[in-house]
C-alpha cells in the first residue's frame, strides 16, 4: 500500500513533510519565520533563510485566497480570543531585501507582519564565516516608512545577534535593554516583543526578557503554537525554509505545522 501511495507522489515530497500527519487544528495560531526575501544564490550556505520574491509572493497570495487572518505578534499575545486561521507573519534580523521584496507585497494585500530588529547591526557580519558576501540590513529611514504603513509591528533582536545564551546573566539584561531602548528611542515605538538569536535560551534569558519589560518571546522549534500550553516566552514558529518554498511546501506547512 506504501509503495503504491509513493509512486504516485512527487519523489521530491516524500522526504520532506510528514504528509501521512492529519491537518492540525485550525485554532492553533500559524507563526511563520521569514529572514531574507531574495533570489537564491548558487552555492551559498544561507539560502535556508533566502526565500526567492516571487515564491514570497505566492505565500502571501496563498494566505489571503485561503482566509489566513495575519496579526502582529502582540496583537496575537494580547487578545483574549484567538481567531481561527490566525497567522503571524514574522521576519528576523531585519534585512534591507526585505522591504524592497517583502513589504511591497505585504502592503498590497493589507497583511500586517512583525520585525525583530538589531540595534547595532549594519550588516549580517554574524554569518562572515559562513559566506563572505554580506547582506545589508534595513536603514532607519526605510523601518520609519515600514512603521508608517500601520501594518508592522518592530521587535528586538538584540544588538549585534550574539546568542543570549552564551552570556552571563547581567551581560543578558544589558544586551535587551540596550537593544530594546535603542530601537524604541529611534523610532519613538514600544517594543514588547523579543526573538532570541539563533532562538536560543534558558530559564535565565527568560528571566531576564521578563526584567527589560517584554511581554513575549519567540524561539523557532518548528512545531505549532498552543496558545494554552506554550510558555509566552518559548514560543514556537515555523521556518521557512528557501530551498522548500514551494506553494506546495507553503500550504503542507500551514496545513500541518
Ligand atoms: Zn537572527
Redesign the pocket.
Known amino acids: 500500500m506504501l509503495l503504491k501511495i509513493a509512486a504516485v507522489l512527487p519523489m521530491a515530497l516524500l522526504g520532506r513533510f510528514p504528509w501521512w500527519r492529519l491537518s492540525a487544528s485550525l485554532a492553533y495560531p500559524r507563526i511563520l519565520m521569514y529572514?531574507m526575501i531574495a533570489h537564491q544564490i548558487p552555492g551559498s550556505k544561507l539560502n535556508k533563510w533566502r526565500i526567492p520574491p516571487q515564491q514570497f509572493a505566492k505565500h502571501m497570495h496563498y494566505l489571503t485566497m485561503h482566509g489566513w487572518q495575519a496579526m502582529t505578534m502582540s496583537e496575537l499575545m494580547s487578545s483574549d480570543t484567538v481567531p481561527e486561521k490566525a497567522v503571524v507573519i514574522t521576519f528576523?534580523?531585519g534585512f534591507a531585501c526585505v522591504y524592497d521584496y517583502a513589504m511591497p507585497v505585504l502592503r498590497d494585500l493589507g497583511l500586517k507582519s512583525t520585525h525583530?530588529l538589531?540595534s547595532h547591526a549594519q550588516d549580517n557580519a554574524?554569518d562572515a564565516h559562513k559566506e563572505v558576501k554580506r547582506e545589508s540590513l534595513l536603514s532607519e529611514k526605510q523601518i520609519d516608512t515600514m512603521l508608517a504603513s500601520g501594518l508592522v509591528e518592530v521587535g528586538v533582536?538584540g544588538q549585534h545577534?550574539r546568542a543570549l545564551v552564551d552570556m552571563g546573566y547581567t551581560e543578558i539584561v544589558d544586551e535587551l535593554i540596550i537593544s530594546k531602548e535603542t530601537i524604541e528611542q529611534r523610532h519613538g515605538i514600544q517594543c514588547l516583543s523579543l526573538?532570541y538569536?539563533?532562538?536560543a535560551w534558558h530559564g535565565a534569558v527568560v528571566m531576564a526578557a521578563k526584567e527589560c519589560g517584554f511581554d513575549h518571546a519567540v524561539a523557532v522549534k518548528n512545531r505549532l503554537y498552543q496558545p494554552k500550553h506554550d510558555h509566552r516566552f518559548a514560543i514556537p514558529r515555523l521556518t521557512m525554509d528557501g530551498r522548500r518554498s514551494s506553494v506546495l511546501d507553503f500550504s503542507l506547512r500551514l496545513a500541518k505545522g
Open positions: 529572514h528576523d534580523d525583530y538589531l554574524w533582536h545577534h526573538a538569536p539563533y532562538g
